[in-house]
């Protein structure tokens, strides 16, 4: 169990910093603005480092299923109900996203086929729209997943004992506000946008956790 959880923590802030180097390559995981003829040059001005950001994120993908797992072996004993619907939902959330690779991988043949392109811009630049619609959309319900699968890991905390409380009503509190924030810009897309609130409200929550496991994994 020790183990779990320092590899655990880790995992959780693994996670973070990839995003953060995703974001670096230019790796959007959601795209509310779009502007699809200066993305496909972009692509098309820089593919090695379009498709380092589609690697980085095939590798973060795959880090959110192994954190799900690890945390449903170390701490499902406490409640397996709970565990059953983290395990669940954060494994969705991380299949989902890898679902959108392969299509968002397209991206690299249509940036190609815009620059050489002089009367399909415009059927290309639709094309690359509904990409990052797509992924935008796929990216919302996959945090509402984070969200569900979060607050019962959350739960799971506060009744457990294993880190202060605190921090799982603060993961509770992200998990239902990014929740609720996604769930009203799925439905009305033009709807202001609170996302960001919720959004980072979670960082500071997975911050806090991954460094409170690491921390009661070693003493």
């Known amino acids: 169990m020790i183990i779990e959880m320092l ?8 996670i973070l910093v990839i995003n953060l180097i995703m974001a670096s390559f230019g790796y959007k995981m959601e795209k509310e603005e779009y502007d699809p003829d200066t993305d496909l040059k972009k692509i098309n001005n820089n593919p090695k480092k379009f498709k380092t950001g ?3 994120a095939v590798i973060e993908h795959s880090s959110v299923i192994a954190l799900t797992a690890l945390l449903f ?3 499902s004993s406490y409640n397996i109900i709970l565990g059953i619907i983290w395990l669940i939902f954060r494994t969705a959330e991380g299949l989902i996203q890898f679902i ?3 299509n968002y991988w397209k991206l690299l043949k249509i940036a190609k086929q815009y620059s050489t392109s ?10 690359a729209k509904s990409i990052f619609k797509t992924k935008d959309q796929r990216f919302k319900i996959a945090m509402i997943c984070w969200s ?4 019962a890991f959350s739960i799971v905390l506060v009744l457990s004992g294993i880190v202060p409380a605190i921090i799982g009503w603060l993961g509770i509190v992200a998990s239902i506000l990014v929740g609720f924030t996604t769930s009203i810009k799925l439905a009305k897309p033009k709807s202001k946008d609170f996302t960001a609130a919720g959004g980072l409200l979670a960082i500071l929550f997975e911050v806090i956790i991954g460094i409170a496991l690491i921390y009661y994994s070693i003493i």
């Open 7 to 14: 590899l655990s923590g880790f995992l959780f802030l693994f």
């Open 54 to 56: 589609i690697v980085l």
């Open 73 to 75: 072996i170390t701490f």
């Open 100 to 102: 959108n690779e392969p």
């Open 118 to 127: 002089s009367n399909e811009k415009e059927s290309l630049s639709n094309k």
């Open 148 to 151: 569900i699968g979060t607050s």
